[in-house]
Structure formats: C-alpha cells, structure tokens
C-alpha cells in the first residue's frame, strides 16, 4: 500500500509559479508523477521521474514544467513556471509499483491549481 499527500497548490496569476509537493510512503517506488483533471476532462498526464531521473513530460507543457524526486525522502515536485489559465486543473500525484504480472498506480486526494487574474 502507497500513500500519498499533495501539498502546494493554489490561485495564481498568469505568468506566475507554483510548486506542488508530494510526500510518497512506501519503499521502492519506480515511478512517481503528476496527472491533472480539469473540469469536464479527462485526467491527462502532466510529467512523470523514474528512479534514476529519467523524466516524460506532456508535449503540451512546452517546457514551462520541471519536476524533481528526491529519493532518499521519497519526495517528487512540480515546478510550474508561466503558468496559463488553461493550466487549472485537480493536479493528482501518483506511484506505479510492480505488482504480481502488473503495475499497480496509486493516487493522492489532488490539490487544485488555478490560474486567473
């Protein structure tokens, strides 16, 4: 069993930053990343960090996103630079782990992330 807590999301102005936070239990988590759920969407893959660093981003992102892992804490981040009113959103972190012959995700509760004037 995976648990895990979103932190750091907010309102924020166009052109601003947020960084979300997600603390991981667990002891060997593969891959830790983000999804977002805006309304009426469907959830969607934003950025996800493998173990040894190894990042996939949303093409969509065009390079205005970073995220981080720290493993000795089993911490990931979502730094989230010019941000666009488009980008509001649930922002959901989650952990893939290996299971018997499947990966099995696990999510957090989400935190809200919106971009208005």
């Known amino acids: 069993q995976v648990e895990l807590v979103e932190s750091g999301g907010g309102l924020v102005q166009p052109g601003g930053s947020l960084r979300l936070s997600c603390a991981a239990s667990?002891?060997?988590?593969?891959?830790l990343g983000w999804y977002r759920q805006a309304l009426g969407k469907q959830r969607e893959l934003v950025a996800q960090i493998t173990t040894s660093g190894s990042t996939n981003y949303a093409d969509s992102l065009e390079g205005r996103f970073t995220i981080s892992r720290d493993n000795a804490k089993n911490t990931v981040h979502l730094q989230m630079n010019s941000l666009k009113p488009e980008d509001t959103a649930v922002y959901f972190c989650?952990?893939?782990?290996?299971?018997?012959?499947?990966?099995?995700?696990?999510w957090g509760q989400g935190t809200q992330v919106t971009v208005s004037s």
């Open positions: 667990g002891s060997f988590l593969p891959i």
């Open positions: 989650y952990a893939s782990v290996p299971g018997l012959g499947r990966w099995i995700d696990y």
